[in-house]
């Protein structure tokens, strides 16, 4: 799958995600909420990778892998909806970092 359909898959299933807010709650999520949401996500990402070297407390590694794509999810949906191209701000992030470490 490309980052390009990453993306795309990302946001038809954060609509579908809209539509369940809006039935249990009565609107949608506000950018700031899904800003929040990826945070606790990527926390989450911090603990059980802590917990699986044993350098936290806890007998809960979740799921690792699930929450890291859950995390690439949230950061394409967030990209999206604030005008960026998550494909090419990818890219260009790789691209520059490679020219800066090979210099």
Excluded at 3 to 15: A, C, Q, T, Y
Excluded at 84 to 98: A, G
Aim: net charge negative; aromatic share 10%.
């Amino acid at each position: 799958m490309t980052l390009d359909e990453v993306s795309d898959k990302s946001l038809k299933i954060r609509e579908l995600y809209h539509e369940l807010e809006i039935l249990y709650h009565a609107k949608k999520w506000s950018p700031q909420e899904d800003v929040l949401g990826f945070l606790t996500d990527a926390s989450l990402v911090g603990r059980y990778v802590m917990s699986k070297q044993e350098r936290w407390s806890s007998d809960d590694e979740g799921d690792l892998a699930h929450k890291i794509g859950e995390c690439v999810w949230w950061l394409a949906v967030i990209a999206s909806k604030n005008g960026v191209d998550f494909s090419q701000s990818v890219c260009d992030f790789l691209n520059e970092k490679m020219t800066h470490l090979n210099k």
